[in-house]
């Protein structure tokens, strides 16, 4: 049975960072596609980040610049730096293997003085 299991998130200030994790079991996730997904209460997911199986990246507007997104394949995990954090940037926040349509259960990250 494949889990994405996300950790990492909390409380941070404006201006401050933190870096998710997603550790994933049950599959090999080095020739799949990773991404992170977010969502703010009621509305709808939206992309985050994505990194491919060579390691290519790419972000959304909102997060270009600030985020980071990474995998290392021998601990089968996906990681997301985040730097500079806003408010608007609170939301919980899902790791993905889109292929495979695999979401985890999410991790809240709170921006908030």
């Known amino acids: 049975q494949v889990h994405l299991v996300e950790s990492g998130g909390g409380l941070v200030q404006p201006g401050g960072s933190l870096r998710l994790s997603c550790a994933v079991s049950?599959?090999?996730?080095?020739?799949?596609?990773m991404a992170w997904h977010r969502q703010v209460s009621e509305k709808q997911r939206e992309f985050v980040a994505r990194?491919?199986?060579?390691?290519?990246?790419s972000y959304a507007e909102s997060v270009k610049g600030r985020y980071t997104i990474s995998r290392d394949n021998a601990k089968n995990t996906v990681y997301l730096q985040m730097n500079s954090l806003k408010s608007e940037d609170t939301a919980v926040y899902y790791c993905?293997?889109?292929?495979?349509?695999?979401w985890g259960q999410g991790t809240q990250v709170t921006v908030s003085s």
């Open positions: 993905t293997l889109p292929a495979l349509e695999y």
């Open positions: 049950g599959i090999n996730s080095g020739p799949y596609l």
């Open positions: 990194i491919s199986s060579g390691g290519g990246t």
